[in-house]
């Protein structure tokens, strides 16, 4: 059974850091793209990071040159590193699975762990 799991989340000083980590299980993630997406309170949910079975990654213009995406297929698992937090990337992340980046209707979605980005 396809199963993802987010970790990583907490409450950080805009500027700071945090590293989100997505562990996937019941399927070889060498075989899929793996997304992380976000929902603030109130707003849609939006694209952050995605890579792809070869490796290539994807930003949105809000998160580049401040995030980066990581995956080890060794492990099953895909990790966001957050720098340089800003009070506007407060939201649940969610990781996401498929065959491509970006489908709107993914395969499968971990359950969500919150960022807080406050002082």
């Known amino acids: 059974q396809l199963q993802l799991v987010e970790s990583g989340g907490g409450l950080v000083q805009p500027g700071g850091s945090l590293r989100l980590s997505c562990a996937a299980s019941?399927?070889?993630?060498?075989?899929?793209?793996i997304g992380w997406f976000r929902q603030a309170p109130g707003k849609e949910r939006e694209r952050v990071s995605c890579v792809t079975r070869g490796g290539i990654t994807e930003y949105a213009d809000s998160v580049k040159g401040r995030f980066t995406i990581s995956r080890h297929n060794a492990v099953n698992m895909v990790d966001l590193q957050m720098n340089s937090l800003k009070p506007e990337d407060t939201a649940v992340y969610y990781c996401?699975?498929?065959?491509?980046?970006?489908?709107?209707?993914?395969?499968?979605w971990g359950k969500g762990t919150l960022v807080t980005v406050s002082s």
């Open positions: 996401a699975v498929d065959f491509e980046c970006w489908v709107v209707n993914a395969l499968g």
């Open positions: 019941g399927f070889n993630l060498d075989y899929y793209a």
